[in-house]
């Protein structure tokens, strides 16, 4: 079993067009300060970030923002924060959120998350960190992202075994346990040759 102490979640700094997906951030950190695990996130104070921060707080739990200056000037930072990590950029942000969270968990959200998500997959396969990446599925939102990853790994470009590291649930409580639990699967070490050689054959055959 994986100790983790922190999650950092990436989600919406909008709330989105249903009930549910606030009602998924909410519960999700409720659930982070119930089971004593620290929560990093953006540090907004709107959309379902603020849903989220605000449950974990309510609940008892601590709450990391790490936010630009050129965001936290515009007075979108939360005000009631734990602890708040200003930076330059968004690339130092999301270096910070590697380096504070054991996990992560992606809620709904548009261009922004789906960037921290892309990022963190891409530590994970280049083995940059070894911290799980769940995915809370509400109402099938990533569905078609899944399908998507699959297509990706079908035809060649994203490994089987990277693919099978994201780990969706659509319940905070069980997606938090699977990522205390579930094994990262790593390829094997020469995976990077594979490629080398993959690229060298297919380009001699044309």
Not at 23 to 39: P, T, V, W
Not at 54 to 69: F, K, R, S, Y
Not at 111 to 139: C, H, M, R, S
Not at 178 to 203: A, G, M, Q
Request: charged share 25%; with cysteine.
């Amino acid at each position: 079993m994986r100790q983790i102490k922190s999650i950092c979640v990436f989600c919406g700094s909008s709330m989105g067009n249903r009930p549910s997906y606030a009602y998924a951030a909410a519960s999700l950190g409720r659930e982070l300060a119930l089971q004593k695990i620290d929560l990093i996130y953006g540090g907004s104070n709107i959309g379902t970030m603020r849903v989220l921060a605000d449950a974990c707080l309510a609940t008892g739990g601590n709450v990391t923002g790490i936010m630009p200056h050129l965001l936290a000037n515009r007075e979108i930072l939360h005000q009631s924060l734990t602890k708040v990590i200003t930076c330059n950029t968004m690339a130092e942000r999301k270096e910070w959120m590697g380096k504070l969270a054991d996990a992560f968990i992606v809620l709904p959200g548009g261009v922004g998350t789906l960037d921290e998500l892309f990022e963190a997959f891409t530590w994970l396969q280049l083995d940059v960190y070894e911290k799980p990446i769940g995915l809370l599925n509400v109402e099938g939102f990533f569905d078609d992202l899944l399908r998507f990853l699959d297509r990706a790994t079908h035809d060649g470009f994203i490994r089987r075994e990277h693919r099978q590291n994201l780990i969706v649930d659509d319940d905070p409580g069980r997606l938090i346990e699977r990522l205390h639990n579930e094994t990262l699967v790593k390829p094997h070490s020469k995976w990077v040759d594979e490629l080398i050689d993959d690229t060298n054959n297919k380009l001699s055959s044309q």
